[in-house]
């Protein structure tokens, strides 16, 4: 599944993502957007994101696609969330849960 998310992450789209991710990178700096903001699955620890980190950093920033690309979710144009890389990491491709009841 990695190699299918990582085909999908370099292939068509590619450029449109960097420019979204760019975009959200500059917001939550301008803005000082906490770790998970605007998360509807409501993952992130909500702490401060130092966007100066160099990229491989566990506190650096990250754009978090709310659908995971290795669940099927699409690179560009989707709803991308800032996270810390530690928690991108463990929120892993984990997708919202919905629970119906019978009636």
């Not at 998310?5 to 993502?17: E, L, N, S």
Request: charged letters at 25%; a positive charge.
């Amino acid at each position: 599944m990695i190699v299918a998310a990582k085909r999908v992450r370099d292939g068509k789209g590619h450029r449109a993502y960097r420019r979204q991710q760019g975009a959200l990178k500059r917001r939550t700096k301008a803005q000082d957007l906490p770790c998970g903001y605007g998360s509807p699955s409501g993952w992130g620890c909500g702490e401060h994101i130092d966007t100066d980190l160099p990229a491989g950093h566990r506190m650096s920033f990250t754009a978090d696609h709310d659908d995971a690309l290795g669940n099927g979710g699409r690179l560009a144009g989707g709803l991308l969330v800032p996270m810390h890389l530690t928690c991108n990491s463990r929120k892993s491709d984990n997708a919202t849960t919905e629970i119906w009841s019978a009636s």
